[in-house]
């Protein structure tokens, strides 16, 4: 089975990188790229790791930073995949011993 993958945002090393030390030094470049975005968002954008990224904010965070795409994401293949899950089901019915439901009988119980 194929490792799950998953990812590191380096934006904020790359900024430093090139001498951005404050989240809203890229407001004004973003702007003249056609991207406008709040002082918060971009401070989310530097700070968090984004889980969606539209490709035009992408392509203007790489022309203002002069990177690649490598050096702003860095793809990582994450340990356990399905095996870790298999182990987490496994290991939630440890301790649980005899106590398991029982399904429900009808006996008949008001029928004549």
């Known amino acids: 089975m194929a ?7 380096h934006l904020r090393k790359v900024m ?10 890229l407001i004004d470049p973003l702007a003249k790229r056609g991207v406008s ?7 989310r954008l530097v700070t968090e790791r984004p889980e969606r ?8 965070l790489l022309d203002i930073l002069d990177c690649s795409m490598d050096e702003l994401i860095e ?6 995949g399905a095996a870790a899950r298999r182990r987490k089901a496994v290991g939630a ?6 106590l398991r439901p ?3 009988r009808i006996d008949g119980v008001g029928r004549p």
Request: aromatic share 8%.
């Open 3 to 9: 490792p799950r993958l998953d990812y590191r945002w």
């Open 16 to 25: 430093a990188d090139r001498g951005l030390f404050q989240t809203t030094d």
């Open 37 to 43: 975005l709040s002082s918060s968002q971009v401070y």
């Open 53 to 60: 990224l539209s490709l035009k904010v992408l392509m203007a």
């Open 75 to 80: 793809p990582v293949a994450v340990a356990g």
């Open 93 to 98: 019915e440890a301790g649980v011993g005899e």
């Open 102 to 104: 029982k399904r429900a």
